[in-house]
DNA sequence: TGTTGACTTAAACCATGGTTTAAGTCGTAT
DNA sequence: ATACGACTTAAACCATGGTTTAAGTCAACA
């Protein structure tokens, strides 16, 4: 197995460090294990675990929610029927979020071509 | 004109009525009048301003951002581009988001999947 | 006339999600 | 040997976006 630093594994999702060390201290990154230096060490289980948690995180997941999540993963098995639920519901919302935001883009995209208009207008009164 | 009472925007909204107060107090209301008794009074410009203030929070920007917009707005209209490069720029910034909500929903698609398929092998097993 | 209910204010309070700081420990290249 | 860079910790600090509280004003209805 190939082991990576935080560093690394920071790079690789593009957050800083900090929020890492702050994730694992909120238990979204359980398990991680150090090397004889106290130094955590990724491997590739966790950063597909990492995966899961940036994906919910992107997805406006609170915190609280996805170390719930996680709990349920290392319960095991049994815990299977609640997460789907989870992310049933969750799928959900973030397809409403998706929709409040395409119906603002519509009234932005309003604001958009009515100042167009106006500074086209502007222009074309300029060169006459 | 008809005027409505901050219990009426709030409805119309869907927000707290202390939510519209803090933001008059945050210059995201400008001008709002008072009656007599000093109760605000949401004139039909006032509703639609309100209206772009939530379309703009809706879509993730920041109060001191719609703030600004709105000071380009009553500056009048020699801030028309300015208030279109923002515009375009948020609407840029939006569409970004909305890309990476979908993508991670694929993943948790992918788990949901998982989990049906492995919660229907157990209903199967537990009939044999 | 008095008591609701809807409103007002300023200020305190809160949750969320990090970021920064300070002090210290290693491993390694010079 | 030492100095540098990458790492560690706990705790303090911060921004954002509200919400809640306490104390008061006013209009209208019984």
Redesign the pocket.
Same mark, same amino acid.
């Given at each position: 197995m190939k082991y990576c *630093?935080?560093? +690394?594994a &920071?790079a690789k999702f593009n957050? #800083? +460090? *900090?929020?890492?060390? $702050? $994730? +694992? @201290? @909120?238990g979204l990154l359980p398990l991680?294990e150090?090397? +004889? &230096?106290?130094?955590?060490?990724f491997s590739e289980d966790q950063i597909a675990l990492l995966e899961t948690v940036i994906r919910l995180?992107n997805t406006?997941? #609170?915190?609280?929610s996805?170390k719930q999540y996680l709990d349920w993963i290392l319960e095991g098995e049994n815990t299977i029927a609640l997460r789907l639920d989870m992310m049933r519901n969750h799928k959900q919302a973030v397809l409403d979020e998706i929709s409040l935001m395409k119906e603002a883009l519509i009234g932005i995209d309003v604001k958009i071509t009515r100042y167009t208009t106006v500074l086209s207008k502007e222009n074309m009164e300029k060169r006459n």
């Amino acid at each position: 197995m190939k082991y990576c *630093s935080i560093s +690394e594994a &920071a790079a690789k999702f593009n957050v #800083p +460090e *900090s929020t890492l060390r $702050y $994730y +694992e @201290k @909120k238990g979204l990154l359980p398990l991680i294990e150090r090397d +004889e &230096a106290g130094r955590r060490l990724f491997s590739e289980d966790q950063i597909a675990l990492l995966e899961t948690v940036i994906r919910l995180k992107n997805t406006h997941m #609170p915190i609280n929610s996805i170390k719930q999540y996680l709990d349920w993963i290392l319960e095991g098995e049994n815990t299977i029927a609640l997460r789907l639920d989870m992310m049933r519901n969750h799928k959900q919302a973030v397809l409403d979020e998706i929709s409040l935001m395409k119906e603002a883009l519509i009234g932005i995209d309003v604001k958009i071509t009515r100042y167009t208009t106006v500074l086209s207008k502007e222009n074309m009164e300029k060169r006459n």
